[in-house]
């Protein structure tokens, strides 16, 4: 049996007197479709920086793929390749799609401190950019200004630019977020069709999103997990219904 | 497929490498000033200094242009660097060359090592730490008179042929020749740096710097070395002033030598690397005819010339201008 992709152990964060994660033992598995759902203020946002290394945990252990990467930096952890997408798209507006993707290929490829040659230059880096503008339907766009580009191209970039990054573990945070219905079936195509040497963790509030994508949903209120089960386990499941579905029901 | 994909490899190599193509303008440009070293001869002391504030702008640059970081004590490390030229050729070698590699090293290890202090911090907290760096300079120069010459700057300075075979002349020809020299090779490497992956990565920083870390980007190792590169320019600045002068004054280290090229970047425009030339450019040329126009206030032109470009925006001015031309040329048909 092989370690599973992210587990945490016992994780906590303290701000202050606020518990913002409170003894969170979680485990994604090789592979996995896991959806981390809660109500706003249940500490889901702490639990991805605590996970991508911007918080400090007060207490517990992070591994990836077996390996402690509990002090590692932000940027180790993305060698790793734990990485993230944002909810706010955050791209480099002034570049165009085909640099960023670039400078994210190059830097996980060890080339991205290449000072002396002209970028461009490298045959493998060109050819990860051209797949990856393939899978993500940008191919048409790379030579466009990022801040210009329609929304649902530049949210499709903003999982491209993590993907490019070779991860191991894809944290996806509310992908669909903004994303016009009419652009919003592409998105969706896009993320389901991402490979399964990929695990990914969908943090969202989406619940269509959430049941036709994950096989797996761990339900995180006050900072706590409340439980972890597959979708019909957790649809059913009478305490998620009060605290989370009842909740958002209500609006 | 694998025909579409590598189409589109094939396109996007097209596109990175045409960051790193020269242009004809430019190469028409740097002909030019060449060619100013035959055609202009009687301007020669002020083309010296265009080469090297121009140098200098490129320098701070590299910083503002290409990786965000602003600046108002760039002066700090053109400062020292004429110090340390001037110095070294006092006291140990008269080679301009040698004074020359050894500022701009010197410069590299001190930007290298104050850039943790400039990193930390915002934009604001990033002003006021160049700017106390330099002040600290400029300061330390003035108190060790012993060794700098305090107020009467420092004096002395002898430089032998560059080569050992181009002497220093009066009328600055020589001088102009090294500078632009030494300018236009620096320039290449810069170009070359700014195209590069590692110029890319600094470009992301720049924009977001946020998710230039959650790519992986070691973002403040790679503002340090861009700061040591940028310090080692300004440093080579501030060595072809010392040697070109054979003096070194503590002006050099003043707040208005950072400020200045503050004001020829915007001038020219940022990160582009040529903004700071032109900038260069149009500052002195500016000061030169304003100032025999009417001595006292050249200051006030250049602050009213300021405020238009940063209310107006470069590129207005520039649609606007150009507008103007072509209705006067349709008038005068």
């Known amino acids: 049996m092989s370690a599973p992709a992210l587990e945490t152990r016992g994780l906590m964060k303290r701000f202050g007197g606020i518990v913002a994660t409170n003894d969170v033992s979680f485990r994604l598995a090789q592979g996995e479709r896991h959806a981390l759902i809660g109500p706003n203020g249940a500490g889901k946002t702490t639990f991805v920086n605590l996970l991508t290394g911007v918080h400090a945990p007060s207490a517990g252990q992070i591994f990836l793929e077996g390996q402690e990467i509990t002090n590692l930096s932000a940027e180790r952890r993305v060698k790793r390749g734990l990485v993230r997408t944002f909810q706010i798209n955050q791209l480099f507006g002034a570049m165009t799609p085909l640099e960023t993707l670039g400078v994210a290929v190059s830097e996980v490829g060890g080339s991205g401190a290449d000072w002396w040659r002209v970028a461009g230059s490298k045959a493998r880096v060109l050819d990860d950019i051209a797949e990856i503008a393939a899978r993500f339907g940008l191919a048409d766009v790379l030579e466009a200004r990022t801040a210009t580009l329609p929304y649902g191209k530049q949210r499709l970039l903003e999982i491209a630019v993590a993907f490019a990054c070779r991860p191991r573990v894809l944290l996806l945070d509310e992908p669909a977020a903004g994303v016009p219905e009419a652009e919003r079936q592409e998105l969706l195509a896009t993320v389901c069709a991402l490979p399964r040497d990929v695990s990914i963790l969908l943090i969202e509030h989406d619940m269509d999103l959430v049941f036709s994508f994950a096989e797996k949903i761990s339900v995180l209120v006050d900072g706590a997990l409340l439980t972890q089960g597959t979708v019909a386990e957790i649809s059913r499941d009478p305490r998620v219904r009060a605290v989370y579905l009842g909740e958002s029901a209500d609006g | ?333």
């Open chain 2, 1 to 333: 497929m694998a025909k579409f994909a590598d189409s589109v490899a094939d396109r996007a190599a097209a596109s990175l490498l045409k960051r790193g193509r020269w242009r004809p303008a430019e190469i028409l440009f740097w002909l030019v000033a060449f060619g100013a070293v035959y055609a202009l001869p009687g301007h020669h002391l002020i083309l010296n200094e265009i080469a090297i504030i121009g140098l200098f702008a490129v320098s701070l640059d590299l910083i503002l242009g290409f990786a965000g970081i602003a600046s108002l004590g760039h002066a700090a490390f053109f400062g020292v660097g004429a110090y340390a030229a001037g110095l070294l050729a006092i006291h140990v070698t008269a080679d301009p060359v040698l004074g020359l590699v050894f500022a701009t090293l010197l410069m590299a290890v001190v930007g290298y090592v104050s850039s943790f202090l400039v990193l930390r911090g915002a934009d604001l907290t990033r002003l006021m730490v160049t700017l106390g760096v330099a002040l600290v300079f400029g300061e330390i120069a003035n108190k060790n008179g012993w060794l700098t010459g305090g107020a009467d700057g420092l004096q002395g300075i002898f430089m032998a042929p560059v080569f050992g075979v181009f002497e220093f002349d009066l009328f600055g020809r020589t001088a102009f020749a090294y500078s632009l020299v030494v300018t236009f090779l620096l320039f290449v490497v810069a170009r070359r740096i700014v195209a590069s992956p590692f110029g890319l990565s600094l470009l992301a920083i720049r924009d977001n710097p946020l998710r230039a870390r959650a790519i992986g980007i070691p973002v403040n190792a790679r503002l340090s070395a861009i700061y040591a590169i940028a310090a080692a320019y300004a440093g080579a600045a501030g060595a072809l002033l010392a040697q070109s002068a054979q003096f070194v004054s503590i002006d050099v280290l003043a707040f208005h030598r950072s400020a200045d090229v503050l004001l020829m970047l915007v001038i020219g425009g940022t990160g582009y690397l040529y903004g700071g030339i032109v900038g260069a450019i149009v500052f002195k040329v500016l000061q030169e005819v304003i100032s025999d126009w009417t001595p006292q206030y050249w200051t006030f032109w250049v602050g009213a010339l300021l405020v238009v470009l940063v209310l107006v925006g470069r590129d207005r001015v520039g649609a606007r201008v150009s507008q103007l031309w072509a209705r006067l040329g349709r008038g005068t048909r």
